[in-house]
Antibody, heavy 116, light 108 residues
Framework: QVQLQQSGAELAKPGASVKMSCKAS????????MHWIKQRPGQGLEWIGY????????EYNEKFKDRATLTADKSSSTAYMRLSSLTSEDSAVYYC?????????WGQGTLVTVSA | DILLTQSPAILSVSPGERVSFSCRAS??????IHWYQQRTNGSPRLLIK???ESISGIPSRFSGSGSGTDFTLTINSVESEDIANYYC??????????FGSGTRLEIK
């Protein structure tokens, strides 16, 4: 079965960067674009961007394009997101999700806490 | 950007009742709307895609309708396990997806 296993919670200081991972299994990693979505505590969902794992091509929400970097490693079927210049507004759960006409599969989320 | 407005913010119904969630788009998006359920501390789960297409493994009491700017998710005969937040999401402006702010379902 399809699984997206995300890395563990992160605690980071303001101004720092974090890099989180999303390991895919149960399907051909390069066939589906991987998306990343943010959810602040008690808030709704916000699309960050996606990567084509086969080509490395990606696109971003304008709001995140200067601070988010999406990459993918085909050899390990793992997608990554690096978020830089962190502020308290970046404290959130970050999900990876696989698009197949709707976000069909989701990771369990990575909690990022930004605090001095 | 395409704005999605969900109303109301909270719905409270009794078990066995029928409930409908509304999602309105700021412009015509055809049927490019998808619905998700998110239980407390859980990841979102896709319930309906492209306004009315069913998803394998989702109970048949969930259905979707609408096109253009007005969309509805309906749960026939609500069960206690349906307590969750429900979000709509548009894919018309691919890949610049947006989500609605969500409607919380409470059981009386």
């Amino acid at each position: 079965q399809v699984q997206l296993q995300q890395s563990g919670a992160e605690l980071a200081k303001p101004g720092a960067s974090v890099k989180m991972s999303c390991k895919a299994s149960g399907y051909t990693f390069t066939r589906y674009w991987m998306h990343w979505i943010k959810q602040r505590p008690g808030q709704g969902l916000e699309w960050i961007g996606y990567i084509n794992p086969n080509t490395g091509y990606n696109e971003y929400n304008e709001k995140f394009k200067d601070r988010a970097t999406l990459t993918a490693d085909k050899s390990s079927s793992t997608a990554y997101m690096r978020l830089s210049s962190l502020t308290s507004e970046d404290s959130a759960v970050y999900y990876c999700a696989h698009w197949d006409g709707g976000f069909t599969y989701w990771g369990q989320g990575t909690l990022v806490t930004v605090s001095a | 950007d395409i704005l999605l407005t969900q109303s109301p913010a909270i719905l409270s119904v009794s078990p066995g009742e029928r409930v409908s969630f509304s999602c309105r788009a700021s412009q015509n998006i055809g049927t490019s709307i998808h619905w998700y359920q998110q239980r407390t501390n859980g990841s979102p789960r896709l319930l309906i895609k492209y306004a009315s297409e069913s998803i394998s493994g989702i109970p048949s009491r969930f259905s979707g309708s609408g096109s253009g700017t007005d969309f509805t998710l309906t749960i026939n005969s609500v069960e206690s396990e349906d307590i969750a937040n429900y979000y709509c999401q548009q894919s018309d402006s691919w890949p610049m997806f947006t989500f609605g702010s969500g409607t919380r379902l409470e059981i009386k």
